[in-house]
């Protein structure tokens, strides 16, 4: 109890011994795995009084946990070490990290109890270490990618027909995802089951050449273009195109990139947010918005949950807007309360 209790509070007080232990460990495997990747360093944004400073990085530039270097050791382990191990090492790796990084699990663990409301210090233990072990055994997975230990992604489709039916029609489509397990793979797996190209919408991470490494590793999976964007207003503008061309884009609902609006929006029974830019574009080109999301149930096996498509008028008022916006908070909601510990709201 304990040990659990400490996960939840993210602190040692009677066991600097498991402490030392833990973090000699971490040392050790970030080789295999590393901490910190473009999809989990911005989340949602709510009111500043609840949002809690995440101080992952402890060193700047090319060591930086989210940096070239250990992004490149942790494809090196994907990618060449034995298969049993890739798969069997990952979840360790992720509890191994958990314990190591205090603010870490701060912060899964706020997440966590706002997604499905308090429980005991086991309970929030267990909780934490398996969003963790879900995060490395992802991020393994896409890393792999091309190689030996590499697996094409098998999912479940929930809801397929509702998906079906509106790409059907052949006109643009924006799935409105979030960084849950396996979110990187919808694409590719829409890609291949419906003969689609999907374009995925990423904030640009901080460090270009670590950025340019994962995306390799996307594309790799076939059927997905990669569209970065800043605080520029005309990095919009291909996506428009896109659409009206009858493309499908997948954006991000969890997390507000810089330079882009939120609309406020009632999340888990408390004020928050979710970013404009999507509402907008179907707004402006007719395309509906269908929230898409994805829990991981085994090695490179994924399930799918399509919920019903969101509509914008082109002449939609703040209040239809307003409303389009909790209708994605919602899905949004329910999915990650149903299945909290396959979110991965890490933060800055």
């Known amino acids: 109890m304990q040990f659990a209790k400490s996960l939840c509070e993210v602190r040692f007080v009677e066991q600097p011994r498991v402490e030392r232990s833990a973090r000699a460990l971490v040392c050790g495997v970030r080789a295999l795995l590393g901490m910190a990747s473009p999809w989990h360093l911005n989340t949602l944004r709510v009111p500043q009084a609840s949002r809690a400073p995440l101080r992952i990085r402890r060193t700047q530039g090319r060591l930086a946990l989210d940096g070239i270097f250990w992004r490149r050791m942790a494809q090196f382990g994907a990618r060449r070490a034995p298969g049993w191990f890739v798969r069997a090492a990952p979840p360790i790796v992720g509890v191994a990290i958990a314990i190591a990084a205090p603010d870490a699990r701060r912060r899964i663990a706020r997440e966590l109890e706002r997604a499905r409301g ?6 929030c233990a267990i909780d934490v270490a398996c969003t963790f072990a879900n995060f490395a055994s992802c991020l393994t997975e896409v890393l792999s990618t091309g190689s030996k230990n590499g697996k094409a992604a098998q999912a479940i489709v929930h809801g397929d027909p509702r998906l079906q039916s509106v790409l059907a029609a052949r006109r643009g ?34 460090d270009a050449s670590a950025r340019e490494l994962n995306d390799s590793r996307r594309r790799a999976q ?7 964007m800043g605080g520029n207003p005309l990095d919009s503008l291909p996506l428009l195109r896109q659409l009206r061309e009858g493309g499908v884009l997948a954006m991000q609902i969890d997390r507000v990139p810089s330079g882009m609006r939120a609309r406020a929006v009632t999340l888990f029974g408390r004020p928050g947010g979710i970013p404009e830019g999507p509402l907008r574009l179907a707004q402006l080109t007719g395309a509906p918005i269908i929230p898409v999301f994805s829990a991981r149930t085994g090695h490179c096996s994924y399930a799918v949950y399509v919920r019903q498509p969101v509509f914008v008028s082109r002449g ?3 209040r239809e807007l307003a409303a389009a916006a909790q209708r994605l908070a919602d899905a949004f909601g329910e999915f990650v309360s149903a299945h909290p510990t396959q979110w991965f709201p890490f933060d800055r």
Request: no cysteine.
């Open 316 to 318: 939609a008022d703040e």
């Open 173 to 206: 489509v924006i799935f409105a995802t979030a960084h849950t397990a396996g979110w990187e793979r919808i694409g590719p797996l829409v890609a291949s089951k419906l003969d689609l190209a999907v374009t995925l919408v990423m904030q640009r991470e901080r």
């Open 118 to 123: 308090p429980v005991s210090a086991a309970r």
């Open 222 to 228: 076939g059927g997905l273009n990669i569209v970065h």
